[in-house]
């Protein structure tokens, strides 16, 4: 079974309802299982900080968010995941694509990637980190505690994770 | 009319609706003259108050209705498109058009001058976008709360503020109540 797959799978098995999404190269097998799962509704935005005021009022809705962008998204966010996820304490699984490690060959890549984990750090985020495809096997695990804790989570997936570039 | 007049006049109307309010006057002014927890006052994240709306519309049955400003939706503009193509029947869009950022000072917004953000909404594929005068705000969102259809409404009003204190309530008490009342209309 695809990463893919096995990403969707874990989602509608821990009940997440609601699913926004930013594409990134790395993101496409996966967001077009979202599109086409009926259990997720999905809507895309335009921006990640709009995303997370989506999964806010899913949330409030009762329904199990999830968010699914690139590492640059964390640059984009910083004020929404404080000022808003954090501050009134509302979980957030971020599946993020981890552009610019080792095989990236875009090299602007790379210059958000050297700040992802220490703004992430910064932020006192829960991280983990996808390297091999088995690392999957952890999402199930990773939704729930996120869910427990109501807090964001970010679930960085490295090229490597895919299958490389 | 200026925006607190106008949130004066709706709110016989919203009291008992789920209401998402903007960051900084609006939030103050709507829990200073009526507050309850079927309100969710925003206390930062300037932009997301459609977003969250939205999000928490397309999420459970009850209405809601997002209390936006001019200048807080050019913030994010990229909701219209959004809100267009993913509808909610049971979503209303409220944009306070003053055409100034009034919780910081009343500076000019692009709303006020060139921009109109009910052609920028028509645009974006929202269907039913009403335009109104201060004056008409009660009629209009007695309509909105009647239909069976999303309403996009872009209020125009003066510009203007008044004194009104800061929001004391903590952030995760506000969510917190707030989702109680949503759950009990979902019941």
Same mark, same amino acid.
């Given at each position: 079974?695809?990463?893919?797959?096995?990403?969707?799978?874990?989602?509608?098995?821990?009940?997440v309802?609601?699913?926004?999404?930013?594409?990134?190269?790395?993101?496409?097998?996966?967001?077009?299982?979202?599109e086409?799962?009926?259990?997720i509704?999905?809507?895309?935005?335009?921006?990640?900080?709009?995303?997370?005021?989506?999964?806010?009022?899913?949330?409030?809705?009762g329904?199990?968010?999830?968010?699914?962008? =690139?590492?640059?998204?964390?640059?984009?966010?910083?004020?929404?995941?404080?000022?808003?996820?954090?501050?009134?304490?509302?979980?957030?699984?971020?599946?993020?694509?981890?552009r610019?490690?080792?095989?990236?060959?875009?090299?602007?890549?790379?210059?958000?990637?050297?700040?992802?984990?220490?703004?992430?750090? =910064?932020?006192?985020?829960?991280?983990?980190?996808?390297?091999?495809?088995?690392?999957?096997?952890?999402?199930?695990?990773?939704?729930?505690?996120?869910?427990?804790?109501?807090?964001?989570?970010?679930?960085?997936?490295?090229?490597?994770f895919?299958?490389?570039? | 009319?200026?925006?607190?007049?106008?949130?004066?006049?709706?709110?016989?109307?919203?009291?008992?609706?789920?209401?998402?309010?903007?960051?900084?006057?609006?939030?103050?002014?709507?829990?200073?003259?009526?507050?309850?927890?079927?309100?969710?006052?925003?206390?930062?994240?300037?932009?997301?108050?459609s977003?969250?709306g939205?999000?928490?519309?397309?999420? =459970?049955?009850?209405?809601?209705?997002?209390?936006?400003?001019?200048?807080?939706?050019?913030?994010?503009?990229?909701?219209?498109?959004?809100?267009?193509?993913?509808?909610?029947?049971?979503?209303?869009?409220?944009i306070?058009?003053?055409?100034?950022?009034?919780?910081?000072?009343?500076?000019?917004?692009?709303?006020?001058?060139?921009?109109?953000?009910?052609?920028?909404?028509?645009?974006?594929?929202?269907?039913?976008?009403?335009?109104? =005068?201060?004056?008409?705000?009660?009629?209009?969102?007695?309509?909105?709360?009647?239909?069976?259809?999303?309403?996009?409404?872009?209020?125009?009003?003066?510009?203007g503020?008044?004194?009104?204190?800061?929001?004391?309530?903590?952030?995760?008490?506000?969510?917190?109540?707030?989702?109680?009342?949503?759950a009990?209309?979902?019941?």
């Amino acid at each position: 079974m695809s990463v893919n797959q096995k990403i969707v799978d874990s989602l509608v098995k821990n009940k997440v309802e609601f699913v926004t999404t930013v594409p990134c190269k790395q993101l496409a097998g996966v967001i077009d299982l979202v599109e086409k799962s009926d259990d997720i509704l999905h809507v895309p935005s335009n921006k990640e900080d709009e995303g997370m005021g989506l999964c806010a009022g899913a949330y409030m809705g009762g329904k199990r968010p999830a968010i699914i962008m =690139q590492n640059t998204a964390i640059g984009v966010t910083i004020n929404t995941l404080a000022t808003l996820i954090q501050y009134y304490t509302i979980p957030l699984p971020m599946i993020i694509s981890y552009r610019g490690e080792l095989g990236e060959r875009v090299a602007c890549q790379v210059e958000m990637a050297v700040h992802t984990k220490a703004l992430l750090n =910064q932020l006192n985020i829960q991280t983990y980190h996808f390297h091999t495809p088995d690392d999957v096997d952890e999402l199930d695990t990773i939704l729930n505690h996120t869910y427990m804790s109501r807090k964001p989570t970010a679930i960085l997936t490295d090229s490597n994770f895919w299958g490389g570039y | 009319m200026i925006r607190s007049e106008v949130l004066k006049n709706l709110i016989p109307l919203i009291t008992d609706e789920l209401v998402v309010s903007n960051i900084g006057l609006p939030s103050q002014e709507l829990h200073m003259m009526d507050d309850q927890p079927s309100n969710f006052y925003m206390l930062g994240t300037m932009g997301l108050s459609s977003s969250i709306g939205l999000g928490l519309a397309l999420s =459970q049955k009850a209405k809601v209705i997002s209390i936006d400003g001019d200048g807080s939706v050019l913030t994010n503009l990229g909701t219209l498109p959004t809100i267009g193509n993913n509808p909610a029947k049971n979503f209303i869009l409220f944009i306070v058009d003053n055409g100034s950022y009034g919780s910081t000072g009343d500076q000019p917004t692009y709303a006020g001058k060139k921009t109109s953000l009910t052609e920028v909404a028509r645009a974006c594929g929202c269907e039913n976008v009403v335009e109104c =005068q201060a004056e008409e705000a009660v009629d209009v969102m007695k309509a909105a709360l009647a239909a069976d259809e999303m309403t996009i409404i872009v209020c125009k009003c003066e510009s203007g503020n008044i004194q009104v204190p800061v929001i004391e309530l903590d952030a995760p008490v506000i969510r917190h109540r707030f989702m109680e009342e949503v759950a009990k209309r979902n019941a």
